[in-house]
């Protein structure tokens, strides 16, 4: 089974991002070469490094590294209004696997941003819909850039 994305971006660039779901082999397609690696997109992707095109960019490193595994935080207000309601399944029969994990801090969670040569943005786990911040190099040029994914902190209690 095949899972496939398409961002345009710069007006008339294409990236088409496909995920062998069998084996999670995953490849970015920019114009008829296949790309696995996303320094070596970048060399031919330039237009992902303006800064209108971040949203993208974040999702298509994401979508490298883990496949479909992750998944972007665009709609932040939606997710944190879900997680609320999963929240909420703990103690009952139909306890979503999120509950198992958190409850955690949401609080900084935002739209992706670049500080001192890194970028950070947010994720979830697509099956216990746990959320993520994300923190690589940028632009990440190098083959062996690293991106790291952590856990946000626990929300503390009022007895904490």
Not at 57 to 74: A, D, K, R
Not at 118 to 134: A, E, G, H, M, S
Request: hydrophobic letters at 30%; one cysteine or more.
């Amino acid at each position: 089974m095949f899972t496939v994305y398409e961002f345009n971006y710069d007006k008339v660039e294409t990236l088409s991002c496909v995920c062998d779901e069998t084996s999670n082999q995953r490849w970015v397609q920019h114009h008829e070469k296949l790309y696995d690696n996303f320094s070596e997109l970048l060399k031919q992707a330039q237009g992902l490094l303006k800064p209108e095109t971040l949203t993208i960019y974040c999702q298509v490193v994401n979508f490298i590294h883990t496949g479909v595994s992750f998944s972007y935080l665009e709609d932040i207000e939606s997710y944190k209004a879900s997680y609320a309601d999963w929240m909420k399944t703990v103690g009952t029969e139909h306890v979503h696997p999120c509950a198992n994990f958190g409850p955690f801090d949401l609080s900084e969670i935002q739209p992706p941003y670049t500080s001192e040569g890194k970028l950070i943005f947010y994720v979830q786990d697509n099956y216990t819909k746990v959320p993520y911040r994300v923190e690589s190099q940028y632009p990440l040029k190098d083959p062996k850039g690293e991106i790291f994914y952590n856990l946000l902190p626990y929300l503390k209690t009022s007895d904490e």
